[in-house]
């Protein structure tokens, strides 16, 4: 079967401007995740979808970040203004099952560069 | 409140040797856990999971790890390291009662010819 597919691959950009990341889940997956991965660090859940509707977006600094899955398939993660420290791998993973507890399957991840 | 510690930051082990990476995690449910793989420019590959029944969990490639409630450890091992085995490692813990999933920082493993 196909897998979680993002795009682009790489990006950079200049602080203050806008970026935005694409996500295509595994077909009929349910739960959506966009996870952070700062260079050194492990990935950090930024928000969390269950079909169309959010379960968990704690971690998502939402005065810049947003992030909305279109008809619980597709997801688009924004930055909206960049900033330096936004630097870092955007992963999305997609999973068959709903709840906590459930292993995910990942994309390659979006390298994003604020210069 | 959730948390997990990767004890090492790196290791390096000889072809051939027995590995070992260290999770320690803490939880306030009853905890699943995974241990996932990082390739460079490769995506997160699950390796195995623990959900409350056998403790020691096989997975792939021929690493297992084992539960240890009283210990409050997961860690992974694998008898005999591979070239290939050089990567990342992350081991994950996930609130099965809610929607919680945190990530360690990750261990390299290297592996010498």
């Known amino acids: 079967e196909a897998g979680v597919a993002q795009s682009p691959r790489y990006k950079i950009i200049e602080k203050r401007q806008s970026v935005a990341f694409w996500c295509n889940p595994i077909s009929g997956h349910a739960t959506l995740y966009w996870y952070q991965q700062i260079l050194g660090q492990g990935p950090k859940l930024l928000i969390q979808f269950q079909n169309n509707g959010v379960v968990d977006d704690s971690q998502l600094p939402k005065d810049r970040f947003s992030a909305e899955r279109l008809k619980g398939v597709d997801s688009t993660l924004k930055i909206q203004p960049a900033k330096l420290e936004d630097s870092a791998v955007y992963l999305c993973?997609?999973?068959?099952?709903?709840?906590?507890?459930?292993?995910?399957?990942f994309g390659q991840g979006t390298r994003l560069t604020v210069v | 409140a959730q948390s997990v510690t990767q004890l090492d930051s790196h290791v390096s082990v000889s072809e051939g040797t027995p590995v070992l990476l260290r999770c320690n995690y803490s939880s306030s449910y009853s905890p699943s856990l995974f241990w996932y793989v990082q390739h460079p420019n490769k995506g997160l590959q699950l390796l195995l999971k623990?959900?409350?029944?056998?403790?020691l969990v096989k997975g792939i490639n021929g690493f297992e790890a084992e539960f240890k409630k009283s210990e409050t450890s997961f860690h992974l091992t694998k008898p005999s390291a591979h070239m290939s085995d050089a990567a990342e490692y992350f081991c994950?813990?996930?609130?099965?009662?809610?929607?919680?999933?945190?990530f360690g920082a990750g261990t390299r493993l290297f592996v010498k010819a």
């Open positions: 993973a997609s999973s068959p099952y709903t709840g906590g507890g459930t292993e995910a399957f």
């Open positions: 623990y959900t409350s029944a056998a403790t």
């Open positions: 994950v813990v996930s609130d099965t009662g809610g929607f919680k999933t945190i």
